[in-house]
């Protein structure tokens, strides 16, 4: 048996609604029998997110920024902008608090 190979163009019209903003899954927690792994691309504008807001890190999270710029900050450590071209990975556990500066479309990988 040959394993499960994940695959797909970003198609806005693909996304549904995540705890703020949007989300297209390339790979859905679970899919392929690993829980720990999944994929897709966040799309999230100010209007979705008008406030600053924390967010726990609960897998191991690696993000790729597309489009747009976040403001992250480690709660009791650095605090840093990402903006197109820019990536970041955080550990799971990590506190964190962001706020989104402009519309932004980020590559993640959950692990």
């Known amino acids: 048996?040959?394993?499960p190979v994940f695959h797909t163009d970003h198609d806005a019209a693909a996304s549904e609604p995540f705890e703020v903003g949007q989300v297209q899954w390339l790979r859905r927690p679970g899919d392929g029998g690993n829980d720990?792994?999944?994929a897709g691309i966040w799309?999230?504008?100010?209007?979705d997110a008008p406030e600053?807001?924390?967010?726990?890190i609960e897998e191991d999270?690696?993000?790729y920024i597309?489009?747009?710029h976040l403001h992250i900050e480690v709660i009791g450590g650095d605090s840093f902008?990402?903006?197109a071209g820019s990536m970041a990975s955080f550990s799971k556990g990590a506190k964190t608090r962001w706020t989104v500066m402009e519309p932004t479309?980020?590559?993640f990988v959950y692990s």
């Open 36 to 38: 720990a792994l999944a």
């Open 81 to 83: 902008d990402l903006t």
């Open 61 to 63: 999270e690696t993000v």
């Open 52 to 56: 600053t807001f924390d967010l726990p």
């Open 105 to 107: 479309i980020e590559f």
């Open 43 to 47: 799309s999230v504008t100010p209007q």
């Open 1 to 3: 048996m040959t394993a």
């Open 66 to 68: 597309v489009s747009g």
